[in-house]
């Protein structure tokens, strides 16, 4: 039986129940009510198919809404003829949620955000956020925004109402302290930054630009305040996570001097208790990423007192505890936030940035390590979150497997039947009777593993293809140009069979039209980037290993399909998002010219 989440107890029995054809009868085979004996649990819900009815008792509006999703999963797997069962179900985390980034350089449209919630609610998902630096429609900073897309006030509304409907709390998010990189390159607004020249990280490989805002600057404060009043009010939501993750530029220019005198991590808590207390007075309570006062762990109890002097809990902090390694230390961390009883998230991710075709291995080891640490510790959410560093590439379907293995978890922390998901994908995702493609999305998250070799946050399928110009000195995908050199090209030629091998499979599967044609489409326009890296790499070590026929051959082919590949791409782009292709595949044109340089 396919059901994710799965169910914390299901007893089949004997028999079956015919569901009349007709869907405007169905309703009268449901019976619902309140009652006591349901578990104890405000999602908690009994569902019971017998051969007299379906009956859902529940304590709560939302264990009967819980309870419609299992039935709906149900329906799907069975059609008209329901197997007779009796489920007990309640969620380990209150509030489950997914996190999209729409900043990196892909900004979906209205239609796949609202197609993209449908989805969510039926996993039982109840909150969404939608990570924004500079992707709002503000109408004062169109000429930041425009070449990217945006999605506007209206938008936003019709999106949270139907959201509402389906029981998700669509969460505003607007990063509010660092990664503010696109305002603070306007000139109207570089005043604002900490700094205002890049400066070279600690590694030495790569420029940090100017991203962060310097918190004692006198119009700082007039500046987010703008952007709070202009965004908030398109959300009913009653909280607002306003980021302050990697303030990287902190104490390095206009706020040095205040630094040196109370501290890098006091700057950067009062600074968060002036944004908490513009949150507030919005009605809203605040969440923000807790990377950077894990790093002042005797400052971390004050954290509490935000909000606790007015005596409002909707006015108390709180931490997003975020780690997107196999072996993030969650457990350390989230007892820190426990210990001071700072409400807090578990924050795990689906690996899939910087890598293409993803990275599931260590997906699901994060994703299992933050769901057991957030589980001991208290959480009072988990929330997988799906970035898009270094243009965002990577399309749904690939992140896909992963927000489906997040939900399960978030649900029930210690059940993640991996042997369903691609079943349960194939039905209620794409829409696959013959659960093909599902079962290639999962397979190319693992063929990373045949290029052996490992590093944080990427795989050479992804960066590799992606890798910005060394001249530009960029953070993400640095280590794409290097990887030839790491990597026997017998490897290098396995992982590209593999991925061969998945589109010739996924080209003979028959999709049906809509959403689900567009999935099986962008999924194997990742699967044709990703061989392209391999492709580059093989040229990389002909070029260096001075084989002037294999080099040309490889340099003519390589030529080719990229070319193709980007007219595909930029075809396919209006299917799903806003603005063009721009942001997103610029790297495309930047490995042609590479293979154009080489005489």
């Known amino acids: 039986m396919n059901l994710l989440p799965t169910p914390r107890s299901l007893i089949k029995r004997p028999g079956s129940l015919l569901l009349p054809r007709k869907k405007s009868l169905r309703a009268g085979v449901i019976r619902q009510r309140r009652s006591q004996s349901a578990p104890k649990h ?25 309870a419609q999703s299992t039935l709906r999963q149900l329906m799907r797997e069975y059609g008209h003829k329901l197997p007779c069962l009796k489920i007990r179900d309640w969620p380990d985390f209150a509030r489950r949620g997914v996190m999209l980034d729409i900043s990196r350089g892909r900004v979906p449209k209205l239609e796949t955000l609202l197609d993209l919630a449908e989805k969510l609610a039926d996993f039982k998902i109840n909150e969404l956020q939608l990570y924004t630096e500079h992707t709002f429609a503000y109408r004062k900073y169109k000429r930041i925004w425009q070449s990217w897309g945006a999605l506007t006030a209206k938008e936003i509304q019709i999106l949270d109402a139907r959201c509402r409907e389906l029981g998700i709390d669509l969460v505003p998010n607007q990063n509010s302290f660092g990664h503010l990189r696109y305002f603070l390159e306007d000139p109207k607004l570089k005043k604002l930054g900490e700094i205002s020249e890049p400066f070279p990280a600690e590694t030495k ?12 600057h006198p119009g700082t404060r007039p500046f987010l305040r703008g952007l709070h009043d202009e965004l908030l009010p398109n959300f009913s939501s009653q909280f607002f996570n306003v980021g302050g993750d990697e303030t990287w530029d902190l104490g390095k220019g206009q706020s040095k001097k205040l630094c040196e005198k109370k501290g890098k991590g006091r700057v950067y808590l009062d600074f968060l208790r002036q944004i908490h207390r513009e949150v507030s007075q919005r009605g809203k309570r605040m969440m ?98 799906d970035w898009g560093d270094g243009g965002h590439p990577q399309p749904l379907a690939v992140s896909w497997p992963m927000l489906a293995a997040g939900a399960a978890l978030a649900w029930k922390a210690k059940s993640l039947d991996t042997k369903k998901l691609a079943a349960v994908l194939s039905r209620d995702v794409f829409l696959d009777a013959s659960g093909k493609i599902a079962d290639i999305a999962f397979k190319l998250g693992f063929v990373h593993q045949k290029l052996g070799v490992k590093a944080p946050n990427e795989t050479p399928l992804g960066t590799v293809m992606a890798a910005p110009k060394p001249e530009e000195q960029e953070l993400f995908c640095r280590n794409g140009l290097k990887w030839f050199t790491k990597i026997p090209a017998a490897k290098i030629q396995a992982a590209l069979r593999e ?70 791409f930029n075809g396919y782009w209006p299917r799903r998002n806003k603005a063009t292709p721009r942001h997103c595949s610029s790297f495309l044109r930047w490995r042609i010219e590479d293979y154009q340089a080489e005489r």
């Open 499 to 568: 991925i061969e091998r998945q589109r010739k499979v996924l080209s003979r599967v028959k999709t049906k039209p809509g959403s689900a044609k567009v999935l099986a489409q962008e999924l194997d326009l990742a699967a044709r980037m990703a061989a392209q890296s391999c492709k580059f790499m093989l040229w990389q070590q002909a070029v260096a290993a001075k084989n002037t026929i294999t080099a040309s051959q490889l340099k003519r082919q390589g030529i080719q399909e990229l070319r193709q590949l980007e007219k595909d």
């Open 205 to 216: 490989d790569f420029l940090r630009r100017p991203t962060t805002l310097a918190p004692n």
């Open 42 to 66: 405000p999602e908690g819900y009994t569902l019971a198919i017998s051969k007299r009815g379906i009956f859902i008792s529940s304590r709560d509006l939302l264990g009967w809404r819980a």
């Open 288 to 385: 923000f990423w807790g990377d950077i006062i894990l790093k002042y762990p005797k400052l971390i109890p004050e954290l509490a007192k935000l909000g606790k002097a007015d005596r409002q809990v909707s006015h108390t902090i709180i931490a997003l505890n975020w780690g997107y390694e196999a072996g993030h230390p969650f457990a350390k961390e989230a007892a820190q936030f426990a210990k001071a009883k700072i409400p807090f998230y578990i924050c795990p991710g689906t690996s899939t940035w910087q890598t293409l075709l993803g990275k599931h291995d260590n997906a699901l080891a994060n994703l299992r390590a933050a769901a057991k640490a957030g589980k001991k510790f208290g959480a009072i959410g988990l929330l997988n979150t």
